[in-house]
T-cell receptor, first 112, second 112 residues
């Protein structure tokens, strides 16, 4: 059974810092991995999707890496801003099926 | 191109009642997945519909059922509501094949 863990559970940083969020998964037989952002009480916004054959994806200040063999992914946020404050969720899709298995998220607070 | 929409946004029910939640998928998408997100947790997969057929189910009892219509919109029905059914219910759509899943804003259900 696939299990996804995210560390840390919560993170508080001052504006301008670079930061790294971690995600680990127990079964390396994944099809892809997605990072999502969730604002309080809201739905999920997809940030980055990495196919299992890829090592990383970049979008603006965000960079996600994937090491499938070790079951790890990181989300790097450069020059953090107060608007980045949200919960960040990592999810993996198993091969041949679109079901997403989510971690419990990292709650990020960026202070001005 | 319209995004994923869900209705209602909030709902209050009492234990034992039945509820129907609705989701309109993003234009061009023929696959809809439903997730339950309890407070402070990551979303849990309920089931997925592809071209009006159930295409996988998570660890939820039969009182959770669904439908997908010819226009690919979908319903989630929950019978005999229990207090633990209180959660944010999220709908996600995608096109067949492994692609990014796009989430709606969710329906917040409170069971008293």
């Amino acid at each position: 059974k696939q299990e996804v863990t995210q560390i840390p559970a919560a993170l508080s940083v001052p504006e301008g810092e670079n930061l790294v969020l971690n995600c680990s998964f127990t079964d390396s037989a994944i099809y892809n991995l997605q990072w999502f952002r969730q604002d309080p009480g809201k739905g999920l916004t997809s940030l980055l999707l990495i196919q299992s054959s890829q090592r990383e994806q970049t979008s603006g200040r965000l960079n996600a890496s994937l090491d499938k063999s070790s079951g790890r992914s990181t989300l790097y946020i450069a020059a953090s801003q107060p608007g980045d404050s949200a919960t960040y969720l990592c999810a993996v899709a198993a091969e041949g099926f679109q079901k997403l298995v989510f971690g419990t998220g990292t709650r990020l607070l960026v202070s001005p | 191109e319209t995004g994923v929409t869900q209705s209602p946004t909030h709902l209050i029910k009492t234990r034992g009642q039945q509820v129907t939640l609705r989701c309109s998928s993003q234009s061009g998408h023929n696959t809809v997945s439903w997730y339950q997100q309890a407070l402070g947790q990551g979303p849990q997969f309920i089931f997925q519909y592809y071209r009006e057929e159930e295409n996988g189910r998570g660890n939820f009892p039969p009182r959770f059922s669904g439908l997908q219509f010819p226009n690919y919109s979908s319903e989630l029905n929950v019978n005999a509501l229990e207090l633990d059914d209180s959660a944010l219910y999220l709908c996600a759509s995608s096109f067949t094949g492994i692609e990014t899943q796009y989430f709606g804003p969710g329906t917040r259900l409170l069971v008293l």
